[in-house]
Structures are given as structure tokens and as C-alpha cells.
């Protein structure tokens, strides 16, 4: 790796100070003996940084957690999959504070230094009673070597666990960082529809870190799609615990812009794991949109292109369709001049001026057959751009969300 860092194995429990355990405590389908109970925790006092959904409608754990997290700090992350205890009511407030207080109680912490995350079906109560019963052997089992059976079981509909650690020096000491993610639907920017939990042994003010998380959050899991829907859990947390020893790190600092270069590797690199996940795909699109007047105008062209079904249809079918990639950029709301558009896909170019290229089809058709390829798009009205990863849409994705 090029950038002044490595990647090591670990995940959450790669920092110093870390543990995770998982259970199977019977949230998820009774037939269905996988890890669905899992925790992460810091053997000292962390410093967390979160973002959550925008979703006007937010599931009780989101509402819990953004109280706990504003405390100066944190211990613990459990996390429960295949319950949402989204839109619960008064019911699901109190089950995710109950989730918060047993494992306080059990670790010895306060309710406060605990953060509640849930995943999975909407609507239906939590078997609170199972969950409670597994804390106890949850937090007994915590162990420093557990961050890939943490990947696993926060998984729903995902084929595969989601985790990246790296370790990187900074002013002479060495710092880790790591990371697990949950996603394969409902997946759209801000946030993608995922839990995210993010460990670091840095010293760092929670200030600081909130602001450095923030954007790097916006570069990577706001930058993602899948099917253009939201939902109601949408978390991701980063805590920090400062056992590295590392000076102190503020912001227009060169070390902090290095550590933020780490976090950020971080989190594209799990961004672009979840639409490699994505329900059903078959296609991983990396779109960008350049050459715009402005940065929102680039994003509005980017999230048209990439959310429209009738162009994910063409990537599945293979097909260099890109009259529908004009159409969404027309109907983006962005600043376009039709004669001013070009489209490429992997570098080949499509549509010059506005029209069909010389390009032939089959020379185009051949990009599309690969799994994996780009779409870029000028506009030639200025320097702002935009990137978003995405994927095609196929009959398995209907399959998979038609319901029981």
C-alpha cells in the first residue's frame, strides 16, 4: 500500500483496548442458528463520534444511541440483527434501553456509556427477554480475537462479513484503526442503509473526531446506491480510546489530515464492500459525473443516473443503452447543455457532443459484460465532480424483497 499505511487482520479488536464477542440468542429465524447478538467494547473510556439516518421515521435504537452518544463517553456497542425495532413504539424505546442497561450492568459501565444498534424487519418487537438472557455470556466472552465473528453476526441479508483494519505511525507511534459493516439493501446516500462501527486507538478530542468522521462519511457511505431507498436504522459510530499514546491530534494538523486519510481508507473501503453486496447484483458501477458548475449539480446528474431503473435494467441486460443515461441526466435538475454531454463507459467513449460516437456498439456492449466497469460523465460546464458506486438491478433483487 501506497499511502503510509498497512492492512491488518482484526477488524474491530485490531486497535489496543478492544474486545467483541457474538451470540446466538435467537433474534433471526429459529431454524436459523447464525450469530445474531454481538458487542464491541473498549477496556478504557472512549471518546464516539455517529452520524445516523436522515429518515424522518428513526427506529428506537437511532434514537437511543444519538442520546448516549452525546455523553463525553463511551464503552460499549451491541448490536442486535434480525430486528429492526423500528417503528415499535414506546415498547421499542424501552427494549433498546434495556439492551443498553443489562450490558452496562454486566460490564460495570453506565447506561449512557452503552450505543444501541438494530437490523432487520421493521415492525415487529424485540424478543427482549432472549436478548437479556445472552448479554451476561456476551460480555463475559469478550475477547480481543472476535472481530470477524462481530462482522458475521450483525449480518442480514448480506453473503458476506464486511471488515478492514490498518496500522499507520503517527508523530512515532503506531495507531490502528478498524472496521465492520452490515449492508446489501435499502442502500442510498445519506446514509446508505447499514450499520457501520468503526474502532481507533487514537488520541483525539471528540470534536475532532466527529468532524473528521463526518466528512469522511460523506466521501464514502453517502456516496453509494443500490436501490435508492432509506432506512430507518441507518448508523455508523466511530470510538476512539487513545491507548496509542499518540500527541494529541487537532484538526489542521498534518498528523490529523494523515489520520484522516487511515479513516477514510477505512470506510470507502467498506462502502465499496456493500454494493460489491449489493441484493441480487451482478454489476459493480463505479459512476462518476465531472466537468459540472457546481458540486450539487454533479451529484443530482450522479444519483439520477445511478438510481434510475431503466438504466440499471440496461446494465443487467448488458446493453449500452445510453439514450436512458442522457434521459436521467436530463431530468436530474442539474445544469446540462445536451451539447455539451459526453459518455464513457470504462474509457471508451459513447456519446460525444451530445450524440452517438463512432464507437462501435459491440465495442461498448464488450464493457458491459465485464462485472465490474465505469460510466463517466463530462458535462464541460465547469470543474466540480461527483463519484458514486452503484450496481444494476435484476430479477434476483425482486426476488429477494417480494416478502415472505
Not at 106 to 134: D, F, H, M, N, Y
Amino acid at each position: 500500500m501506497s499511502l503510509g499505511f498497512s492492512e491488518i487482520i482484526g477488524g474491530v479488536t485490531a486497535p489496543l483496548g478492544f474486545t467483541a464477542a457474538a451470540t446466538c440468542c435467537g433474534v433471526k429465524e429459529q431454524s436459523n442458528a447464525a450469530a445474531d447478538l454481538a458487542l464491541v467494547a473498549s477496556s478504557v473510556p472512549a471518546v464516539a463520534a455517529a452520524t445516523f439516518t436522515t429518515n424522518k421515521i428513526k427506529a428506537a435504537p437511532v434514537r437511543v444511541s444519538a442520546s448516549h452518544v452525546r455523553s463525553g463517553e463511551t464503552r460499549a456497542i451491541i448490536i442486535n440483527s434480525g430486528n429492526a425495532n423500528a417503528c415499535t413504539g414506546s415498547t421499542g424505546i424501552q427494549h433498546a434501553k434495556r439492551m443498553a442497561h443489562v450490558v452496562a450492568r454486566e460490564g460495570r459501565w453506565k447506561e449512557r456509556q452503552v450505543l444501541v444498534c438494530s437490523t432487520g424487519r421493521i415492525g415487529i418487537p424485540l424478543p427482549i427477554e432472549r436478548i437479556e438472557g445472552a448479554i451476561p455470556t456476551l460480555v463475559s466472552g469478550l475477547e480481543t480475537n472476535q472481530g470477524a465473528a462481530f462482522a458475521r453476526a450483525i449480518m442480514t441479508t448480506d453473503t458476506f462479513a464486511k471488515e478492514i483494519a490498518i496500522e499507520m505511525s503517527i508523530a512515532g507511534a503506531k495507531v490502528r484503526v478498524g472496521g465492520a459493516a452490515k449492508g446489501a439493501g435499502m442502500i442510498d446516500p445519506s446514509m446508505a442503509t447499514m450499520l457501520c462501527v468503526i474502532t481507533t486507538d487514537a488520541v483525539i478530542q471528540k470534536g475532532t473526531l466527529q468532524k473528521l468522521f463526518s466528512v469522511s462519511i460523506e466521501q464514502s457511505f453517502n456516496c453509494i446506491t443500490i436501490d435508492g431507498d432509506m432506512s430507518t436504522n441507518d448508523t455508523a459510530i466511530c470510538l476512539a480510546n487513545g491507548m496509542a499514546g499518540n500527541p494529541p491530534l487537532r484538526l489542521e494538523q498534518e498528523e490529523s489530515a494523515y489520520f484522516a486519510s487511515g479513516l477514510d481508507y477505512i470506510t470507502r473501503n467498506l462502502a465499496r464492500m456493500i454494493v460489491e453486496d449489493g441484493e441480487g447484483a451482478s454489476k459493480f458501477v463505479e459512476l462518476q459525473v465531472k466537468g459540472a458548475a457546481t458540486y450539487q449539480d454533479a451529484r443530482k446528474a450522479a444519483e439520477a443516473v445511478a438510481n434510475s431503473q431503466l438504466v440499471k435494467s440496461s446494465w443487467y441486460g448488458e446493453d449500452p443503452n445510453w439514450g436512458r443515461i442522457i434521459g436521467a441526466i436530463g431530468y436530474s435538475s442539474a445544469k446540462v447543455q445536451e451539447e455539451m454531454i459526453d459518455i464513457f463507459f470504462n474509457g471508451v467513449v459513447a456519446v460525444e457532443h451530445g450524440v452517438a460516437s463512432s464507437t462501435p456498439p459491440h465495442k461498448i456492449k464488450e464493457v458491459l459484460a465485464n462485472k465490474k466497469f465505469t460510466v463517466t460523465i463530462d458535462l464541460h460546464l465547469g470543474s466540480a465532480e461527483y463519484k458514486v458506486f452503484t450496481t444494476d438491478l435484476t430479477p434476483e433483487y425482486v426476488r429477494l424483497n417480494m416478502g415472505e
